[in-house]
């Protein structure tokens, strides 16, 4: 049973930095991948960023390309998303997601991709 752990979310003024850590387990195929999709107030949920086992390469939601850096440590199991420079449109409940297989990286992020989600952690940015 694959299980998502997410932490980290807080307060932060406009121009400040947080980072979000999930700790997850219970992956059983050779590849799967892990990142973060975000649900704002009255907004419909999309995906922020990725990153598979099946080559590593890191995908980015647009407005949050260059600010957003998502790594993992995969002897920890966790998985990280270092937020700089955040701006109020970023507020917004954060959650860590997976799914597996993931033969082909994960460019693009669809929620019915992923099947396994974490509780959430909400990232409120002040202006």
């Known amino acids: 049973q694959v299980q998502l752990v997410e932490s980290g979310g807080g307060s932060v003024q406009a121009g400040g930095s947080l980072r979000l850590s999930c700790v997850y387990s219970?992956?059983?195929?050779?590849?799967?991948?892990v990142g973060w999709f975000r649900q704002a107030p009255g907004k419909d949920r999309e995906g922020v960023s990725c990153?598979?086992?099946?080559?590593?390469?890191?995908f980015y939601e647009t407005s949050v390309q260059g600010r957003f850096t998502i790594s993992k440590n995969a002897d920890a199991n966790t998985l990280y998303l270092q937020m700089d420079n955040l701006k109020p449109e970023d507020t917004a409940v954060y959650y860590c997601?997976?799914?597996?297989?993931?033969?082909?990286?994960?460019?693009?992020?669809?929620?019915?991709?992923?099947?396994?989600w974490g509780k959430g952690t909400l990232v409120i940015v002040s202006s």
């Open positions: 997601v997976g799914t597996q297989p993931a033969n082909y990286g994960c460019a693009g992020m669809y929620e019915h991709e992923y099947d396994y």
């Open positions: 219970g992956f059983s195929q050779r590849t799967y991948a």
């Open positions: 990153i598979s086992t099946s080559d590593d390469e890191p």
